[in-house]
C-alpha cells in the first residue's frame, strides 16, 4: 500500500531564512512524487514534481525538491523563504502502477514570520 | 492552460435537499476526474474516482447513493450530494488528469459545503 508521511504539522521560519519541508513516502517499486501548495479555502496548487532522471527537482515560486531513494524521502525546500510562501503543503505519491491514485500526505503548515 | 474550474464555490443548503457540484476543465479532455473531500486542517481524501462514459469508482467507505458522480463529458464531472446532512458540510475538491497523462492532476478551487 501507498502512503506519504510528513512529520511535521507546522513548521515556522523567519523571512531570508532557507525552508525546509519534509515527507517521506512507502510505496511498491519508483514512485512518481509530488507538492502541492494550498492556499485557504482554495483547492491546491502544483509546484513540481519527480517522474524520472534528475534527482534535485526545481518547482514554481523558487522551491526545488530532492528525491532521495535510498531515504524514500522528498522533502521540499527554498533557499529564502518570503512571508506569502506561508500556506498547507501536501506531498503526494502515486506508484507506477496503472490504476494506482495518488495519495496526499496529511499536510504541513508553513508559516513565515516577518 | 490547464486550468479547472468548479461551481458553486459555496453553496449553504437545508437538511435533507441534494446539492450538485460541477468540475470543469476548461482548457484540455479530462478522460479521469477525481473529487476530493477535505476537512478542516486534513489532508484530502479520496471519494472517487470518474472516467468518462463510465460508472465512477467510490473509494472503501463511500456511500454511493449518497454521492453521485457523473462524468458526461470529456469536460465536466458532477458530484451531487442527496439528501445532504450536516455532516456533510465539507470542502469538496475536484481534479482532472488530462487524456493520456495520468501522473498529472489539475485542482479545481473547491467547493465549501454548509449543510444547516
Known amino acids: 500500500a501507498q502512503s506519504v508521511a510528513q512529520p511535521e504539522d507546522q513548521v515556522n521560519v523567519a523571512e531570508g531564512n532557507p525552508l525546509t519541508v519534509k515527507c517521506t513516502y512507502s510505496?511498491?517499486?519508483?514512485?512518481?512524487l509530488f507538492w502541492y501548495v494550498q492556499y485557504p479555502n482554495r483547492g491546491l496548487q502544483f509546484l513540481l514534481k519527480y517522474i524520472t532522471g534528475d534527482n534535485l527537482v526545481k518547482g514554481s515560486y523558487g522551491f526545488e525538491a530532492e528525491f532521495n531513494k535510498s531515504q524514500t524521502s522528498f522533502h521540499l525546500k527554498k533557499p529564502s523563504a518570503l512571508v506569502s510562501d506561508s500556506a498547507l503543503y501536501f506531498c503526494a505519491v502515486r506508484a507506477r502502477i496503472y490504476g494506482q491514485n495518488f495519495v496526499f500526505g496529511p499536510g504541513t503548515r508553513l508559516s513565515v514570520l516577518p | 492552460g490547464a486550468v479547472v474550474s468548479q461551481h458553486p464555490s459555496r453553496v449553504i443548503c437545508k437538511s435533507g435537499t441534494s446539492v450538485k457540484i460541477e468540475c470543469r476543465s476548461l482548457?484540455?479532455?479530462?478522460?479521469?476526474m477525481f473529487w476530493y473531500r477535505q476537512f478542516p486542517k486534513k489532508s484530502l481524501m479520496l471519494m472517487a474516482t470518474s472516467n468518462e462514459g463510465s460508472k465512477a469508482t467510490y473509494e472503501q467507505g463511500v456511500e454511493k447513493d449518497k454521492f453521485l458522480i457523473n462524468h458526461a463529458s470529456l469536460t465536466l464531472s458532477t458530484l451531487t450530494v442527496t439528501s445532504a446532512h450536516p455532516e456533510d458540510s465539507s470542502f469538496y475538491i475536484c481534479?482532472?488528469?488530462?487524456?493520456?497523462?495520468?501522473?498529472?492532476?489539475?485542482f479545481g478551487p473547491g467547493t465549501r459545503l454548509t449543510v444547516l
Open positions: 482548457d484540455f479532455q479530462a478522460t479521469t
Open positions: 481534479s482532472a488528469s488530462p487524456r493520456g497523462s495520468y501522473n498529472e492532476q489539475f
Open positions: 510505496v511498491s517499486g519508483n514512485p512518481y
